[in-house]
């Protein structure tokens, strides 16, 4: 590593922990529950910043680095939608108030940054050492963007949690919230609260998706500082765009197949590396159409809306011949392969 790149190393991360250390000691230094209007400020404010550090990259380490670091972004942030969804079954499970979700999501969220962290540094190990690792890493994608679109959702049991078991093991829970605290003094031994119960519930789930959306992010770029920064703005906006969405989630019903074809996508990518490299310009447009067209047609079917007729996606509904579904991957399809035979230098079918 070049003495350029160990600074820009240095530099980022500590603006990251400056980035934290304000907006709890500053901004959310009283617990309170996170309103729409808050919620949406921040979202800007977390992807203006996102945006303003591609162009850093743009001026330091030109236009092509920039448009994985956007790719990357987008794939990660667009992949976070469902850490959401899971976020929301926890916290009503727990029945965690409102005024204390942002603070588990704060911990959470930081911890999040440490396991993708080491998980990157791993990857990017793996892959430079042995090459055959990126058809791993793409056929699992490929095998996680299958499941995602032919399995239904699977009902998260956070009783279930190993994580939770061996808490339970190694000290007492207490039976109620304690404020913002995350243990507490009983008869004179700690106790976790249900606060701290939810904080590893959360840990635990967001190292499953880290498995997903990590391999993801190398399938756009192998440069560990472009694949770890564009995790890092995605996961910092993560917590407002949950206060943002979490009571309109049921609308972006179709979101999930989108990203599992924006998974897929990424999967064969990496598979075809060493025939056909994509260009970035290629996957850019692909993953940003796909996850618009998915949105989009959540929001024009509207589908389990009152007073509509609910459209619910799964496997024997396809069998059975859902129309709306098949519309909608047939318009996916036709943009990808639009967007595939216009590209410049791509070989076409019979071409020697």
Request: charged content about 10%; glycine content about 8%; proline content about 3%.
């Amino acid at each position: 590593m070049t003495s350029d790149r160990l600074l820009l190393w240095v530099v980022f991360n500590i603006f990251v922990l400056g980035v934290l250390a304000v907006d709890l000691g500053v901004f959310h230094r009283k617990a309170h529950a996170v309103t729409v209007r808050e919620a949406t400020t921040w979202c800007f404010v977390w992807v203006a910043l996102g945006l303003l550090f591609n162009i850093g990259v743009y001026i330091w380490l030109g236009s092509e680095k920039a448009l994985e670091f956007f790719t990357g972004y987008l794939i990660e942030y667009s992949l976070s939608v469902d850490n959401i969804f899971v976020f929301i079954i926890i916290f009503s499970y727990f029945a965690v108030p409102s005024a204390h979700q942002y603070r588990v999501l704060f911990w959470g969220i930081l911890g999040a940054l440490v396991m993708r962290g080491a998980f990157i540094a791993t990857g990017a190990l793996l892959l430079e050492k042995f090459h055959w690792v990126i058809y791993v890493f793409g056929a699992f994608l490929v095998f996680t963007g299958s499941k995602m679109l032919i399995k239904e959702e699977t009902t998260l049991r956070p009783e279930d949690n190993p994580v939770i078991k061996l808490l339970a093991r190694l000290m007492p829970v207490s039976s109620q919230y304690e404020g913002q605290r995350f243990f507490v003094k009983q008869n004179r031994r700690w106790a976790a609260t249900p606060l701290f119960v939810v904080l590893l519930v959360v840990e635990s789930t967001d190292l499953i998706f880290a498995v997903d959306s990590v391999p993801a992010i190398f399938a756009v770029s192998l440069d560990p500082f472009v694949v770890y920064t564009s995790n890092v703005f995605a996961i910092l906006g993560l917590r407002s765009l949950y206060f943002l969405l979490a009571g309109v989630m049921n609308l972006f019903v179709y979101l999930r197949y989108g990203l599992g074809v924006v998974l897929g996508f990424v999967g064969f990518k990496m598979l075809l590396v060493d025939i056909y490299k994509i260009p970035i310009g290629l996957s850019l447009a692909v993953v940003a159409g796909t996850l618009i067209l998915s949105i989009v047609a959540s929001l024009l079917l509207k589908p389990n809306m009152p007073g509509s007729v609910g459209i619910r996606f799964s496997f024997s509904t396809l069998l059975a011949g859902s129309n709306t579904f098949w519309l909608w991957f047939a318009i996916i399809c036709a943009v990808i392969v639009a967007v595939v035979f216009v590209q410049p230098g791509f070989p076409s079918i019979g071409s020697k």
